[in-house]
């Protein structure tokens, strides 16, 4: 193995390693190959760009320090928010590239606070240029497709990078290290394919805007295994592009195996979506624990998104104080045009290329106790109802305590807040449940609201003072067990 020491390449009097690092890399290249090692010690430095066949090797007690200074990263193609476009260079950046790794059991620190600062001030309604900004929006000058959303950040140009990105790469590898404190998300992996994640702690605070932690974008074959998530948004976050520009390039994340982690805080453990305008498919989610997420299996989509989300197994799964362990929401409110009411409208639209659909899901043996809001929440489009869904085998356990509030399950066309209640589910067909128990604080065990085709296999409510099932607007619904706990909307 041939091994490139950046301490090697750096001056003793130096305390910026920019430049030492980028000499061991462009040696590494230069001999077709090797790893760029880093022995103990901080290392200061702006962003730079890891090239083919290489491995970055952080040893024990390293630490690369990345420098907040603006004007210091340079404006690259990237996919920003699920729209490509231009952008802050991430702080370690990979395009075009094959056969990489990321390894070691030292640190990643991003410094992202002051990132984060600006963001918060562009939150409130304050204006921010600078030369780097005018330069990304002469970069951009030709794409105007955002300009109708909630992305605080695009009329000024602040695309605040991730930390990590892989870009249009090969046989990727992370593993060891920890990735903490990014300006944007942590680590973003965009049509990549054959990816391996092993043994990697994801870290920022839980006020980082959008601090997601891993967020597999239109890539295929990939494995997350043994990590750990502690993060102020999403733990493990699939997507393949927004609306039309998604769609335009059609690359649907496939194939992706997430096993063995730990999330402890984040908004979710595993989302899919809503940035899924190129497909979603062929995920398997097994043997975690999401400790402390806002959700844990999330799934969300809207009128905009079209494309599918779809063949999702989920099994083995330990869930403690979540506000809702199982969201499934093809209604998200969020992200949508703010000129076009209709796309929040209650009616039925018309079915088109926006048009998202979601079906083909197993979720069992999931055990979730202390949740906070709902059990479970399934809402599909009037248009388009979710389909498809198997919930066997699974324990869902409201917290006993009234003292703590509930919230909105997920963010559906209008707010539905919940607090110690069961399972809810509109706009659904070919729904089923085997093997269920729910211990709500009040109301059914499940609701049913416009479905059908609804088989209800041994479905038990552990408040044994509140109906098992409540439907409305419900046909083709089989019951096994409890049929005398039945009970249609508006009866007593």
């Not at 065990?445 to 408040?463: D, F």
């Amino acid at each position: 193995m041939t091994l490139f020491n950046v301490k090697d390449y750096q001056l003793q009097e130096e305390t910026d390693s920019s430049k030492a690092i980028q000499q061991a890399i462009d040696a590494c290249e230069k001999a077709g190959g090797g790893t760029v090692y880093l022995p103990s010690g901080v290392y200061e430095t702006g962003p730079f760009a890891l090239k083919s066949n290489m491995t970055l090797y952080l040893d024990a007690g390293a630490e690369l320090s990345f420098i907040d200074d603006f004007e210091r990263y340079p404006v690259v193609k990237t996919r920003w928010s699920g729209y490509v476009c231009h952008g802050f260079m991430p702080l370690i950046f990979g395009e075009n590239i094959t056969n990489v790794a990321i390894k070691g059991n030292g640190i990643i620190n991003g410094n992202g606070r002051a990132w984060w600062k600006i963001n918060r001030q562009l939150r409130k309604g304050e204006h921010y240029q600078s030369p780097k900004t005018e330069e990304i929006a002469e970069a951009n000058k030709t794409f105007t497709e955002p300009a109708d959303t909630n992305l605080v950040e695009w009329p000024s140009q602040f695309l605040r990078p991730p930390l990590i990105q892989f870009y249009e790469a090969k046989h990727i590898t992370i593993s060891g290290v920890t990735v903490k404190n990014s300006p944007f998300w942590n680590t973003h992996l965009v049509f990549c394919d054959n990816v391996s994640i092993q043994n990697v702690t994801f870290q920022n605070p839980s006020d980082t805007p959008n601090g997601d932690g891993l967020d597999i974008d239109s890539c295929q074959n990939v494995r997350i295994t043994d990590c750990h998530f502690d993060v102020g948004d999403d733990c493990v976050v699939l997507k393949s592009g927004i609306n039309e520009d998604g769609r335009h390039y059609g690359i649907p994340t496939k194939n992706v195996t997430v096993t063995n982690c730990t999330m402890h805080h984040g908004h979710g453990g595993v989302v899919l979506g809503s940035e899924n305008s190129g497909g979603i498919e062929n995920i398997t989610v097994s043997n975690c624990v999401f400790d402390g997420t806002d959700r844990g299996i999330r799934v969300k989509t809207n009128r905009e998104r079209g494309s599918y989300i779809r063949n999702l197994l989920v099994q083995n799964i330990m869930m403690d104080n979540v506000l809702c362990p199982i969201a499934i929401n093809a209604f998200y409110r969020h992200g949508v045009s703010k000129s076009n009411p209709e796309l929040l409208d209650a009616a039925p639209a018309a079915i088109t290329e926006k048009t998202p659909v979601v079906e083909q899901m197993r979720i069992s043996h999931i055990t979730a106790r202390n949740c906070r809001a709902a059990a479970g929440f399934i809402y599909g489009l009037p248009e388009m109802p979710i389909r498809n869904i198997s919930i066997e085998h699974v324990t869902l356990e409201m917290t006993a305590d009234e003292t703590i509030p509930g919230g909105e399950p997920d963010m559906v066309r209008e707010v539905i807040s919940m607090a110690g209640e069961g399972i809810y589910a509109k706009y659904v067909e070919d729904l089923r449940f085997h093997h269920v128990e729910v211990k709500q604080r009040k109301g059914p065990a499940l609701q049913l609201h416009n479905a059908r085709r609804i088989k209800v296999e041994e479905l038990t409510s552990l408040n044994q003072h509140e109906s098992v099932l409540v439907y409305q607007d419900t046909e083709e619904l089989f019951i096994l067990g409890n049929e005398s706990k039945l009970q249609k909307a508006g009866e007593r």
